[in-house]
């Protein structure tokens, strides 16, 4: 006898808007769409002001869409504040030496919380209130040491948003065979840990890691993100339109417009239908 699944409901969650042009008309039209749920908002990129804001501002009320806060440390992104550190020719460290950093317990939890806080009010001036949630570029909110700048941040100026932790609800095998999203799973320990001693929410479980190097096919990857991911679990996309902007910037090019075309089609409203879930 066959079993029907629970329904569930998720967030679909588009990073980065905010780092081009491209990428902010693609995540725009998905929302119009019905296919988006959530974007945090890179309050450090080039291509976010006043009209950039208004427009998402514009399309997420109607089916409401969260917007969040992508807090941005590193390369080749710079700081809000002027005397953040460490730098690497005035822009944040590359990934890797943050992380060195971070691991090595050699950054300044303080100073942290301060360029958040100004992330956070920046973003406050653009949109009227302060982030629905609250994510890192390159999963930099799970680090050490930035996970308390950035947990006692929130709960300083915006105690009702919740934060973004990248645990997975899979089997041990499953853990075992994605490098990638093992680390997330042992960074996130900590991160949940920290959360719940602040009194701050987070998601339930994460899905949407894999390795964008190797071009893997986001089709085929969406029913496995989907399989296991309980109710208000995360599911983090990378959508946009490739333009010169975004080609200086970031590495992850190509690859954003084959999410979007998926996310766009027919083939992928089929999937949330045949596995019961739905946009929260």
């Known amino acids: 006898m066959s079993v029907t699944p629970v329904p569930r409901r998720i967030w679909l969650c588009a990073d980065d808007y905010g780092i081009a042009p491209g990428v902010n008309r693609a995540i725009r039209q998905l929302i119009s769409q019905a296919r988006l749920n959530a974007t945090s908002v890179m309050i450090v990129g080039h291509a976010i002001g006043r009209d950039e804001a208004q427009a998402l501002v514009g399309v997420a009320a109607a089916p409401r869409c969260a917007i969040g806060l992508h807090v941005t440390l590193t390369a080749p992104f710079h700081p809000v504040t002027t005397g953040f550190r460490p730098l690497d020719g005035g822009a944040f460290l590359p990934l890797s030496g943050m992380l060195r950093r971070a691991s090595a317990r050699r950054l300044d939890s303080e100073m942290i919380e301060t360029e958040i806080i100004a992330q956070i009010a920046a973003f406050t001036e653009l949109f009227g209130r302060p982030p629905d949630y609250f994510d890192g570029h390159q999963h930099v909110q799970l680090f050490p040491q930035v996970r308390d700048g950035l947990l006692s941040a929130v709960r300083r100026r915006a105690p009702h948003a919740w934060v973004r932790q990248c645990g997975r609800a899979t089997t041990f095998k499953k853990r075992l065979a994605q490098p990638k999203a093992l680390l997330l799973d042992v960074l996130s320990v900590?991160?949940?840990?920290?959360?719940?001693?602040?009194?701050?929410?987070?998601?339930?479980?994460?899905?949407?890691?894999?390795d964008f190097t190797r071009q893997g096919d986001f089709s085929r990857l969406m029913p496995g993100f989907l399989d296991g991911l309980p109710d208000g679990g995360v599911v983090m996309c990378h959508p946009g339109f490739v333009d010169d902007t975004l080609k200086a910037l970031d590495p992850l090019t190509d690859q954003r417009e084959r999410e979007y075309d998926y996310l766009a089609s027919d083939g992928f409203a089929a999937l949330l239908a045949s596995r019961h879930v739905t946009l929260a």
Request: hydrophobic letters at 45%; aromatic letters at 20%.
């Open 190 to 210: 900590g991160f949940r840990e920290r959360a719940r001693r602040s009194g701050i929410a987070f998601n339930s479980a994460f899905a949407g890691a894999y």
